[in-house]
């Protein structure tokens, strides 16, 4: 039998499938979404800075998020490519690296520091007791570099150095990729190497002031370093910071919602937020293709130089 009730049931009924059919739609295809972050520090600090957000994600789209460490940088590249990735958080270089082999990524926010910038620097450092004063006591010793595809750790010191005349696989006597940027300060630390390429923010937000509340910097014979015990002998032009991108060919509407996550998060979870620098940002920025311009121009200066050499 056929009653007013039943009638408003299936009005309610048609009415809930057609509103949200989109948003249905794009579910059906992604009921579970992947943010994969490249690997600056040790996975289990990256684990506890980028949890929250997944777990911030989830709540804001409707679907679970699942947070995934890449073992390197290349593996967010080839995880977005794949489509397993939805979310990527890169550096600037791994970012236009991807952009270059083809992935079909747009990038959505990157970060604006408490100093109003948008990006950093490429450094490279030696210790404050060797005998290393400028870039030129350094010919023929050995560079921890971070990895292939990082700016700061790689790209950027490649790029900026052969600019002022110094082919780094040339100059210094050994090259190596530590794996991260924490790494690549470690190893100058006890020294498997003489000098290291790392980011800097500024001059209270650097990956060794990062590291010395973790109690990660230790003497040889006992005791915490500071950030005197570093000299900086290299500086590079100023990078842009990398992107949170989202793949191409995701639902409009998903792509609208992840947008909107991520800009509305210092306020809405600030708390997560400040994990992701250790309180060392403001807000997050619209950003577009355009503005990776000069990284791929510079990743395609590097890739010409290696071919020469």
Not at 69 to 97: K, T
Request: hydrophobic residues 40%; positive net charge; charged residues 25%.
């Amino acid at each position: 039998m056929f009653t007013r009730r039943s009638f408003a049931g299936a009005v309610a009924a048609l009415w809930c499938l057609a509103l949200p059919a989109a948003a249905q739609d794009w579910k059906a295809k992604y009921p579970e979404l992947t943010l994969g972050v490249i690997p600056a520090e040790n996975a289990s600090g990256t684990t506890d800075r980028y949890a929250p957000l997944a777990a911030y994600l989830s709540k804001e789209l409707g679907v679970p998020v699942r947070l995934r460490v890449a073992s390197d940088y290349a593996a967010v590249i080839e995880g977005q490519r794949a489509g397993n990735i939805q979310i990527g958080f890169y550096g600037p270089a791994a970012f236009a690296r991807a952009v270059m082999t083809g992935v079909k990524a747009e990038p959505i926010v990157n970060q604006k520091h408490n100093n109003g910038a948008s990006g950093y620097y490429s450094v490279i450092y030696v210790r404050a007791d060797s005998p290393y004063k400028t870039l030129d006591d350094l010919k023929g010793k050995s560079l921890a570099l971070v990895d292939p595809n990082s700016a700061s750790g790689n790209q950027a010191p490649r790029f900026f150095l052969n600019k002022a005349g110094y082919d780094v696989d040339k100059f210094f006597g050994k090259t190596f990729y530590a794996g991260s940027h924490e790494n690549a300060v470690l190893a100058l630390v006890q020294g498997t190497a003489e000098a290291a390429a790392n980011l800097w923010n500024s001059e209270n937000d650097t990956q060794i002031t990062r590291m010395i509340p973790k109690g990660m910097l230790k003497k040889p014979g006992g005791g915490s370093l500071s950030q005197e015990d570093f000299r900086i002998v290299f500086k590079s032009d100023f990078l842009p910071e990398g992107p949170f991108a989202i793949l191409a060919t995701l639902h409009e509407e998903l792509k609208s919602k992840i947008r909107k996550a991520f800009l509305d998060l210092p306020k809405v979870d600030k708390t997560t937020f400040d994990r992701l620098s250790d309180g060392k940002d403001i807000e997050f920025v619209p950003v577009t293709l355009k503005d990776f311009d000069p990284m791929i121009e510079m990743l395609k200066f590097n890739d010409a130089q290696r071919r020469k050499n």
